[in-house]
């Protein structure tokens, strides 16, 4: 089962080493590192990184971030492993790293491509995985957020996040797994079916969730939240 | 894919390919000659001094300019890059032909080239006397090459790491993004040989900003002698792009330094036409690199000789 959960934004940008020599965001990369400590800190067997790839799979505990995908150059390393590790998953990884973790870590992928059905017994089976299991879900909002934005501006974008927020927010994750697919496809919500897996895995739960960052200070929809479960 | 590529590779390497003839309109081309190509945008919001050449008067004394700068090119366009207000094909016609024929009238021998992904946008600006058509969008349009075969056009084939016209790039990566460069440029440029295009008339792009983040700019900038050594001419466009503006932490209107920086190592590493808004100082750079590389003789070299 799940003891504690939190939530990040699968943004490269979180990754010092992809932004150049300017800090870039730090109260949002602090967010999610002291997100990331908690999970490190809860007491759970291991920790299970959860996001959206181009399939509902298992990767292996090895696999971690191909920094030079994103930022290639003389000197960049790829990574051991096996290659085709969704980002969302390497930067999870790369966070649980920084945050100071050294145990054991599942990684899981869910795919936008699989029905909301499927994403859900995939978190559910991820929940099941260890008597005691911290989740670190790496997942965005709306890439559709202002007329910067990746996708440019959409004007449903906005209330879609502060649905998501709500929902998160007051622990009735339940909303998340009903919620319009093809909406959040529309919106550029990349991570919504790692939510929807995220929703699964809490099921039953009752939680106390703490935002430590919302915003969309470059178009994307971020939220940063850590989710204890009181019984 | 390599299938594709190997049979393009025997269908392009005519004769005047391997001796590295570009040919545009009726000009011809050697590989050591560097060209510039002014931006004419017919736009109210373009990036670079948005709505500037908006009014047709203001863009003909823009023509002017550049032709007196030393452009080799004029590339006449009717949409920004970035995602805004839909225009039309219709309307990107109104915007671009018309001023296409007023400037094939007035410069008969000027080279111009039309800046569009559309195919039925490239067919107007073609029928009123274009010589090349630029796509800066990855063949998203698979017409474009019949049009460019139709009426002995050029066409320029580029990378947009699959990008739909007027997409801003989300997190994109590459396993190796010069190799996905090459293979898309190349395997377009067999497709427009494939369509008739004169191989000689068949240029290749890597699109900087298109499809990639700074970093991915930067690598491409810094192995471009990899899509010099394939053989197709090379058109860069650097001109006050986002990757310069990042790199520098510059804003738009600060970044001719950092353009004219990447102008010359493009040219060093066997760039031939070099898309830009500030022709002059564009080429100055190219007549310096030419002149470095022992291809064009001093102006006046009287230092210590007198």
């Given at each position: 089962m799940i003891v504690a959960a939190a939530l990040c934004p699968?943004?490269?940008?979180?990754?010092p080493a992809l932004t150049g020599a300017e800090p870039v965001a730090p109260d949002l990369r602090s967010a999610c590192l002291a997100a990331a400590a908690d999970l490190a800190e809860a007491g759970a067997d291991a920790v299970a990184v959860l996001g959206a790839g181009s399939q509902t799979r298992r990767w292996d505990r090895g696999s971690g971030l191909d920094l030079a995908a994103f930022a290639p150059g003389p000197g960049a390393r790829r990574p051991a492993?096996?290659?085709?590790?969704?980002y969302p998953l390497g930067i999870g990884g790369w966070l649980l790293t920084e945050a100071g973790y050294r145990g054991d870590r599942l990684l899981q992928s869910v795919s936008a491509q699989d029905s909301a059905g499927r994403c859900a017994q995939a978190g559910a089976a991820l929940a099941a995985a260890r008597p005691r299991l911290a989740l670190l879900v790496m997942a965005d909002g709306s890439?559709?957020?202002?007329?910067?934005a990746p996708g440019y501006f959409d004007d449903r974008s906005e209330r879609f996040d502060a649905a998501v927020e709500s929902a998160i927010g007051s622990g009735a994750l339940g909303w998340l797994l009903s919620a319009d697919r093809r909406l959040a496809g529309e919106l550029m919500a990349t991570g919504f079916p790692a939510l929807q897996a995220l929703a699964a895995a809490m099921a039953g739960g009752r939680l106390v969730t703490q935002v430590r960052y919302s915003g969309a200070p470059f178009g994307v929809g971020y939220l940063v939240a850590s989710l204890r479960v009181t019984g | 894919m390599a299938v594709a590529r190997r049979k393009g590779a025997r269908a392009g390497m005519s004769e005047a390919r391997e001796q590295g003839l570009l040919k545009l309109g009726a000009h011809s081309f050697g590989p050591r000659d560097l060209l510039v190509m002014a931006i004419v945008n017919r736009?109210?919001?373009?990036?670079?001094?948005?709505?500037?050449?908006?009014e047709e008067p203001a863009a003909m004394q823009r023509v002017h300019r550049a032709v007196t700068e030393g452009a080799d090119i004029v590339d006449i366009g009717?949409?920004?890059?970035?995602?805004?207000p839909e225009v039309d094909v219709a309307e990107e016609i109104r915007r671009t032909s018309g001023f296409v024929a007023a400037v094939r009238a007035a410069y008969p021998g000027l080279i111009i080239s039309t800046d569009t992904w559309r195919h039925e946008v490239a067919r107007a600006a073609c029928a009123a006397g274009a010589d090349l058509i630029n796509d800066s969008?990855?063949?998203?349009?698979?017409?474009l090459g019949a049009v460019a075969a139709e009426f002995g056009a050029g066409l320029v084939c580029s990378h947009?790491?699959?990008?739909?016209?007027?997409t801003r790039p989300f997190r994109v990566s590459y396993a190796d993004v010069m190799a996905d460069v090459i293979e898309h440029t190349t395997r377009l440029a067999a497709r427009a040989v494939a369509d008739?295009?004169?191989?000689?008339?068949i240029v290749i792009d890597a699109a900087h900003d298109f499809g990639k983040n700074t970093w991915h700019s930067l690598e491409v900038t810094r192995r471009l002698d990899e899509m010099a050594a394939t053989g197709w001419p090379v058109l860069v466009s650097?001109?006050?792009k986002d990757f310069v503006g990042e790199t520098l932490n510059l804003p738009v209107t600060e970044r001719l330094a950092g353009t004219l920086a990447a102008t010359a190592i493009c040219a060093w590493q066997g760039a031939r036409i070099f898309r830009a808004h500030q022709v002059a100082a564009t080429r100055q750079v190219l007549d310096m690199v030419a002149a470095i590389r022992g291809d064009r003789p001093p102006a006046r070299a009287v230092r210590a000789l007198a």
């Open positions: 699968a943004a490269p940008l979180l990754v492993g096996r290659p085709g590790l969704p890439a559709r957020r202002s007329l910067k | 736009t109210p919001d373009s990036f670079f001094r948005p709505g500037d050449t908006w009717g949409v920004p890059a970035a995602p805004g969008w990855g063949g998203w349009d698979a017409g947009a790491g699959g990008q739909r016209p007027r008739g295009v004169e191989p000689a008339r650097l001109s006050n």
